[in-house]
């Protein structure tokens, strides 16, 4: 597994509490997170929402420079299934 999802996963854990839903994160040419009510881990599974972006686009997610739905609207972050698990999602990221 790539070091930027192992370091992802340490850093998705500190930041979301339970989450009740399923959501994947793929990090182009890196891999893929699961995030669902066992926490998060490394892993390419079927889920509720799918959100695909670069490495940059998702480290900023992750250190809050960049918005999420900023992200989104100006297509550096894809998304594929239920918009309102991505809500979800973003909610808990903050």
Do not use: C, H
């Amino acid at each position: 597994m790539s070091d930027i999802v192992n370091a992802a996963v340490e850093k998705l854990q500190e930041k979301v509490g339970s989450f009740s839903s399923t959501a994947k994160f793929v990090i182009e040419d890196e891999g893929s997170i699961m995030i669902d009510e066992s926490g998060v881990r490394a892993g390419d599974e079927d889920a509720e929402v799918t959100l695909t972006a670069s490495r940059e686009t998702f480290e900023g997610i992750l250190d809050g420079s960049v918005n999420p739905m900023t992200a989104y609207m100006s297509g550096k972050l894809s998304l594929d299934g239920d918009m309102s698990v991505a809500m979800q999602l973003g909610q808990a990221l903050t």
